[in-house]
Structures are given as structure tokens and as C-alpha cells.
């Protein structure tokens, strides 16, 4: 089961965190895996990785924001799995703030990367996929989509909550065509800057399950949705969060 041998997938975003475990996990598989990021060094690393580990994995590195990089990259690869995890606030680091005292200059990094870019790498392989009557796109959204949080997040919130409707509409679109399309809202996961024990162990608290998540708790769910016995599951926003409220 779960075989995922002969398929070619893309992670973006997958230079580190969450998308290199996706990446790691999907090779496993048996997939052959183009590992994107914005950063040429990460996606070369996060590749290799995967093949000293007897993967089939190669980088492809381009800017999700940028259409035409997406278009001129995806071109001549037929593709099956596209997982878009790229994410966050983009190449920027995150900046919390209260919507009424953010400057609108910052809505854009969120929104580029989370919704366009989305909407970017989709519309750069679906006609393909629907050719060949088959495909798996798998969005990596957030719980910051589907409810209201007090973390000054709402830009990105806005983002993932755009990119879940927007994978909800592919799977009507393309159902027909074989192509299925969902989205995992993570909860709050392990995050490669943050080094400071004190707030992992408060957040881990608050957590059901005891734990932040990991590249490795969203792997398997990744590897499920995009295998051929998921065929049956689209238009989806499955929670994978240790047991974190999502109402
Ligand atoms: N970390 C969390 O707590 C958390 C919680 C819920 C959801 N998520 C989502 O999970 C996904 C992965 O999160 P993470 O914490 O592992 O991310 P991360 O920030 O650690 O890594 C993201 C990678 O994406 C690359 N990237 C950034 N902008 C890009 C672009 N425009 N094009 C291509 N690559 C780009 C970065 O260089 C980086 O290597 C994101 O979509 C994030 O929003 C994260």
C-alpha cells in the first residue's frame, strides 16, 4: 500500500523543516522527488541528503512568487504530486503584529507566498496532470486558515485560508480528471530557528498530544493523500496537529 514508485513529485519550500521531511518521506516511498526552495545551497543540501540515503531526488530551485520562474522550471517535467509547503511569510522571517498597526506594505509577503504561490505552481501543471488523468496536489495550510487566533498573524491567516477554498475548488474543477486536490492544517510544529527550550516546553504544553509536530508527522499524511489508494478523498482541509483545538 501507499506504493509510490514510478510517481514524480515536487515539495517546494523543501530546503528545510517541514518540506525536507515531506521530501525525505515521499522518496521513501519510492517517488522520484524535485526538491524546491528559494535557496539554491538548501534545495542542493535537502537533495542530497535524500540520495546519500538511497533516494531519487533532485533540486530544483525557483521562487514560487514568480510565475514565470514556475513556468520556465515545471515546463518539461510531467508531474504527479506537487506539495506546496512553501510558506510562512516567504523568504522574509515572520513579523506578528495587530492588523490595525501594520503598515499594508506587509500584507504582501504572506499573501504572495501562501496564495499565489499556490495558485502559481498549480496552474503550471494541472492541464498536464488532467492529460494524463492523473494527479495529487497536497497544500500544507495551517490552522491560522480555518479559525481566528490572537498571534498577529492575520496576512498569513488570510493566505492560508485563501489557498484551502482555492484547493477546495481545484478538486471540483478536476475531479473528473483524475486529479485530486486537500490540505493539511498544521498545528504548531518545530520550528528550524527557534532554540529556546523554554518556550518549545510552554508551547508543547498547550498541545493535546504533549509535543510540537515534525517533518516526520507530516510525512506519512503527505505520502497517504498522495498515493493511489487516496484516490477517493479531494476537496479535504484534514487537521494534523497532536489534538489541537480547530473551532
Ligand atoms: N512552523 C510552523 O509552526 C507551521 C505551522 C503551521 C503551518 N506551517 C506551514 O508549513 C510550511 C513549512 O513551514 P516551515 O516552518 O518548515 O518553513 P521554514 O520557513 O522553516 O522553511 C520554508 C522553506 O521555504 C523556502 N521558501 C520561502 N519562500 C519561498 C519561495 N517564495 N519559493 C520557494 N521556496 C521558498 C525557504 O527558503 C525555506 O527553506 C509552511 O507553508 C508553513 O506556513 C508551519
Same mark, same amino acid.
Given at each position: 500500500m501507499f506504493d509510490l514508485n514510478g510517481r514524480l513529485a515536487l515539495v517546494t519550500g523543501a530546503g528545510q523543516g517541514i518540506g525536507a521531511g515531506i521530501a525525505k518521506h515521499l522518496a521513501g516511498q519510492g517517488a522520484r522527488v524535485l526538491v524546491n526552495d528559494v535557496v539554491a545551497e538548501k534545495a542542493e543540501a535537502s537533495a542530497a541528503a535524500i540520495r546519500d540515503a538511497g533516494g531519487n531526488a533532485e533540486a530544483l530551485p525557483f521562487d514560487v512568487t514568480d510565475r514565470e520562474a514556475v513556468v520556465a522550471a515545471l515546463a518539461s517535467h510531467e508531474l504527479d504530486i506537487v506539495i506546496n509547503n512553501a510558506g510562512n511569510a516567504g523568504a522574509q522571517p515572520m513579523q506578528p503584529q495587530p492588523f490595525r498597526e501594520m503598515d499594508p506594505a506587509r500584507w504582501d509577503g504572506p499573501l504572495e507566498v501562501n496564495l499565489y504561490g499556490v495558485m502559481n505552481t498549480t496552474h503550471a501543471v494541472l492541464a498536464g496532470m488532467c492529460e494524463r488523468g492523473h494527479g495529487r496536489l497536497i497544500t500544507i495550510a495551517s490552522g491560522a486558515g480555518v479559525i481566528g487566533l %490572537?498571534?498577529?498573524?492575520? $496576512?498569513?491567516?488570510? /493566505?492560508?485560508? /485563501?489557498? &484551502? *477554498?482555492?484547493?477546495?475548488?481545484?478538486a471540483i474543477e478536476n475531479a473528473a480528471f483524475g486529479v485530486t486536490a486537500n490540505s493539511l492544517a498544521l498545528g504548531l510544529m518545530e520550528m528550524t530557528e527557534v532554540h529556546d527550550e523554554k518556550l518549545v516546553a510552554s508551547l508543547s504544553r *498547550? &498541545? $493535546?498530544?504533549?509535543?510540537?509536530?515534525? /517533518? @516526520? @508527522? &507530516? /510525512? %506519512?499524511?503527505?505520502?497517504?493523500l498522495a498515493s493511489d489508494e487516496a484516490n477517493w478523498v479531494t476537496g479535504q482541509t484534514i487537521h494534523v496537529n497532536g489534538g489541537s483545538l480547530t473551532t
Amino acid at each position: 500500500m501507499f506504493d509510490l514508485n514510478g510517481r514524480l513529485a515536487l515539495v517546494t519550500g523543501a530546503g528545510q523543516g517541514i518540506g525536507a521531511g515531506i521530501a525525505k518521506h515521499l522518496a521513501g516511498q519510492g517517488a522520484r522527488v524535485l526538491v524546491n526552495d528559494v535557496v539554491a545551497e538548501k534545495a542542493e543540501a535537502s537533495a542530497a541528503a535524500i540520495r546519500d540515503a538511497g533516494g531519487n531526488a533532485e533540486a530544483l530551485p525557483f521562487d514560487v512568487t514568480d510565475r514565470e520562474a514556475v513556468v520556465a522550471a515545471l515546463a518539461s517535467h510531467e508531474l504527479d504530486i506537487v506539495i506546496n509547503n512553501a510558506g510562512n511569510a516567504g523568504a522574509q522571517p515572520m513579523q506578528p503584529q495587530p492588523f490595525r498597526e501594520m503598515d499594508p506594505a506587509r500584507w504582501d509577503g504572506p499573501l504572495e507566498v501562501n496564495l499565489y504561490g499556490v495558485m502559481n505552481t498549480t496552474h503550471a501543471v494541472l492541464a498536464g496532470m488532467c492529460e494524463r488523468g492523473h494527479g495529487r496536489l497536497i497544500t500544507i495550510a495551517s490552522g491560522a486558515g480555518v479559525i481566528g487566533l %490572537p498571534i498577529g498573524v492575520s $496576512p498569513y491567516g488570510a /493566505g492560508k485560508g /485563501g489557498a &484551502i *477554498s482555492f484547493m477546495r475548488h481545484m478538486a471540483i474543477e478536476n475531479a473528473a480528471f483524475g486529479v485530486t486536490a486537500n490540505s493539511l492544517a498544521l498545528g504548531l510544529m518545530e520550528m528550524t530557528e527557534v532554540h529556546d527550550e523554554k518556550l518549545v516546553a510552554s508551547l508543547s504544553r *498547550s &498541545i $493535546p498530544r504533549g509535543r510540537m509536530g515534525t /517533518g @516526520d @508527522d &507530516i /510525512g %506519512p499524511a503527505c505520502i497517504w493523500l498522495a498515493s493511489d489508494e487516496a484516490n477517493w478523498v479531494t476537496g479535504q482541509t484534514i487537521h494534523v496537529n497532536g489534538g489541537s483545538l480547530t473551532t
